[in-house]
């Protein structure tokens, strides 16, 4: 019994190995998955900017057309006025005239900062271009590497649970089977040395009588408080 409650210490550590194995398994895939994101993040802020870049040239060759258009407008007005015939119809032409005028220098106007900011963003996008291509190079390699310290892991699992099958043959099946029973309904913690004379897991107070008996490991001893299996103080 003495030697089957010893290696039961050594299952729960083995337990609680395969337990932290499990839980980097889980969690370095939602790694991965957070760097996909960060970098699907990084490549719409660069698309943004393509299509605003897309939509000032479009707005550019709208305000060209509407140049045109204007000055053809103004062209013609100014034609009309070699065969008009009265004051009147001179003045309406006039005025059209110079509503084309106000809109030709509107046009040139847009025209000029739109290209200022067409050249401001084109550079804007080459950097970010750049930083976009560093960017994926550092996701990718960090990737990479979180995906051999996965296979490692899965390797490392495979070993342990080996060890965990030579170990478990080594204790009696009845403490065994009591172990996992604790383990089932407490936590992963079923095995608690004593300490300071309570139960190492609820910390309740145990008798003297049974402490003695417990030190002597000599049948299965539980807590009365929380169930967990108690085994005496480790030895200094
Ligand atoms: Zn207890």
Redesign the pocket.
């Known amino acids: 019994m003495q030697d089957s409650l010893l290696t039961l210490l050594q299952l729960q550590q083995i337990d609680q190995r395969l337990q932290e194995l499990e839980q980097l398994k889980a969690e370095i895939p939602r790694q991965i998955e957070a760097l996909t994101q960060e970098y699907t993040t990084i490549e719409q802020t660069l698309t943004d900017k393509e299509h605003r870049l897309a939509d000032l040239h479009k707005d550019r060759r709208q305000h060209e057309r509407d140049l045109e258009d204007a000055q053809e407008k103004a062209r013609k007005y100014q034609g009309q006025l070699l065969s008009v015939k009265t004051n009147k119809e001179y003045d309406a032409l006039q005025v059209e005239i110079q509503t084309q005028k106000v809109n030709v220098t509107e046009h040139e106007d847009a025209i000029l900062r739109l290209m200022t900011e067409i050249e401001d963003l084109s550079r804007d996008i080459e950097q970010t271009r750049l930083m976009v291509t560093t960017q994926r190079q550092r996701i990718t390699a960090e990737q990479d590497s979180l995906q051999h310290q996965l296979t490692a892991v899965d390797e490392d699992v495979q070993v342990v649970l080996d060890e965990r099958r030579r170990t478990l043959v080594r204790i009696n099946k009845r403490v065994v089977s009591a172990y996992e029973r604790v383990r089932k309904g407490k936590s992963a913690v079923a095995v608690?040395p004593i300490k300071k004379g309570?139960?190492?897991?609820?910390?309740?107070i145990i008798p003297l009588q049974r402490i003695a008996e417990i030190r002597r490991m000599d049948r299965l001893m539980?807590?009365?408080?929380?169930?967990?299996i108690?085994v005496p103080e480790p030895q200094e």
């Open positions: 608690v309570a139960c190492g897991g609820c910390f309740n539980t807590c009365e408080s929380c169930g967990r108690l």
